[in-house]
C-alpha cells in the first residue's frame, strides 16, 4: 500500500468533547509524526511515534494524545476540545527518522 | 528560542524568471532540514532533505543549499505549475519545526 490515508477528511465536533482522528501509513514506514496548521501558518508538530513509541513532542498540552500500532497505522486524540483547536490536522510517515515525510491530506477539525 | 523563518512571505514572478526562497533557522544540534510544496487543500509533499552545511540537491527547476544557518530553494525558469506554498522544516533533538512557508505565485 502507497501513500498516507486520513480520516475523517471533514469533523465538526462541540466545545468540551472528545475526538479521534485516524492515519494509515505505508507499510514499512515506523515513524509517524502528527501536525496540526492553521490557516496561512506552517504545521506545528504535535508529536512523533517511533515503533510504537512517544519520542518527540512539540509544544501542545497533555489532552493531545495519541498511539501508534504495528499495522503502521496511528491515531491522534484530543480531550476537552476548544475552539482554537479547529485546524487541519495532519499525519506523516517516513521509513526511518531524519528521513523525508510522506504527508496525508489531512482531517479538517471544526470545533463549535 | 528555536525558530524557522522562512522569506520572503510572498513572491510573485513572472514565467522563466528564477528566484530563491530563504529559510533561516535557529536551533542547535540540527538533525536534517526539510524542503516541502504544498498545495492548497493539500498536505505539504516532500522534496529535499539536506544533513549538512555544503549539501545541495536538485529536482527538475528546483535546487536546495544549505548552509550553518540558512537554506535556500533556487527555483530556475518557474512554470505556472510551480505555484505553490514552499515549507521549510529542521529536525533538531526529538522535535521538528516548520517556518510559515513562501506563497510562490508563478504568472503566465
Known amino acids: 500500500e502507497t501513500g498516507v490515508t486520513q480520516s475523517p477528511t471533514h469533523l465538526i465536533k462541540t466545545r468540551g468533547q472528545q475526538v479521534t482522528l485516524r492515519c494509515s501509513s505505508q507499510s514499512g514506514h515506523n515513524t509517524v509524526s502528527w501536525y496540526q496548521q492553521a490557516l496561512g501558518q506552517g504545521p506545528q508538530f504535535i508529536f512523533q511515534y517511533y515503533r510504537e513509541e512517544e519520542n518527540g513532542r512539540g509544544n501542545f498540552p497533555p489532552r493531545f494524545s495519541g498511539l501508534q500500532f504495528p499495522n503502521y497505522s496511528s491515531e491522534l486524540n484530543v480531550n476537552a476540545l476548544e475552539l482554537d483547536d479547529s485546524a487541519l490536522y495532519l499525519c506523516?510517515?517516513?521509513?526511518?527518522?531524519?528521513?523525508?515525510?510522506?504527508f496525508g491530506s489531512g482531517t479538517r477539525l471544526t470545533v463549535v | 528560542e528555536d525558530q524557522v523563518t522562512q522569506s520572503p512571505e510572498a513572491l510573485r514572478l513572472q514565467e522563466g524568471e528564477s528566484s530563491s526562497l530563504n529559510c533561516s533557522y535557529t536551533v542547535s544540534g540540527l538533525r536534517g532540514l526539510f524542503w516541502y510544496r504544498q498545495d492548497p487543500g493539500k498536505g505539504p509533499e516532500f522534496l529535499f532533505t539536506l544533513y549538512s552545511a555544503g549539501e545541495e540537491k536538485e529536482k527538475e527547476r528546483l535546487k536546495a543549499t544549505l548552509t550553518k544557518k540558512e537554506s535556500f530553494l533556487h527555483i530556475t525558469a518557474p512554470k505556472p505549475e510551480d505555484s505553490a506554498t514552499y515549507l521549510c522544516?529542521?529536525?533538531?533533538?526529538?522535535?521538528?519545526?516548520f517556518g510559515k512557508g513562501t506563497r510562490l505565485h508563478i504568472l503566465p
Open positions: 506523516a510517515s517516513s521509513f526511518a527518522r531524519d528521513y523525508g515525510y510522506t
Open positions: 522544516a529542521v529536525q533538531y533533538s526529538d522535535k521538528i519545526i
